[in-house]
Every structure is written in structure tokens, then in C-alpha cells.
């Protein structure tokens, strides 16, 4: 599990910069403020699907390891899907995830 991205998602949310859930999803992608989308990994594959028919290619859609349970007791509240509203925090949380996904390939 990667605790520098639950990290940086509970200081991205204190910010304010962090919607929650599945419907504020599909808010932040239609108000075109989503800057980045992230789907923890026991999420329903039907769920994914859906959030990336209505993103598009206008977003950035990443699955991450954390369950639903730990993403949600790191931003505090309960969420499968969490979006990012802002570029700077996005591109720090796409860093985070691309170290972890090397990380595993040098295994």
C-alpha cells in the first residue's frame, strides 16, 4: 500500500481540492474541474467502466492498490472513487503511483 498517495489524498481533501464517491465523480468530469481520477481496487470493474465512459480521454483514470476501506479511512470519509480537483496535487499523486508501479516491476 502506498502511504505517501493516502497521505497526499488526506492533504489534498484538508485542502479542499478532493470530491468524493461515484456521483461527485461524475459532477467533477461534467463541471470539467476533475483533474484527476482515482479508483481503489476492490472497486466493481462496472463501475470503472462507467467512470471511464463518461470521462473520456479528458481525464487521467488510475485503479490504485488500496481498498475502498483504507482510501476511505485516508481522506475520512467512505469512497471508492476519489477525484482530485486540482493539477498540482494530481500530478504529485501520478508520481506517487508511477515510483509504486516501478517498484513492482524490479521485483
Do not use: W
Not at 67 to 85: F, I, Y
Request: hydrophobic share 40%.
Amino acid at each position: 500500500m502506498n502511504s505517501k498517495l493516502l497521505s497526499l489524498l488526506g492533504l489534498c481533501r484538508r485542502a479542499g481540492r478532493l470530491r468524493l464517491g461515484f456521483e461527485q465523480t461524475l459532477q467533477a468530469v461534467e463541471q470539467r474541474t476533475a483533474a484527476l481520477i482515482l479508483i481503489a481496487g476492490d472497486v466493481a470493474a462496472r463501475t470503472e467502466k462507467e467512470v471511464r465512459f463518461k470521462a473520456g480521454d479528458s481525464v487521467a483514470i488510475r485503479r490504485i492498490a488500496p481498498t475502498r476501506e483504507q482510501l476511505s479511512h485516508a481522506v475520512g470519509a467512505p469512497a471508492g472513487t476519489v477525484t482530485v480537483t486540482d493539477e498540482g496535487f494530481a500530478k504529485q499523486a501520478l508520481l506517487l503511483i508511477n515510483q509504486e508501479e516501478t517498484t513492482y516491476d524490479d521485483d
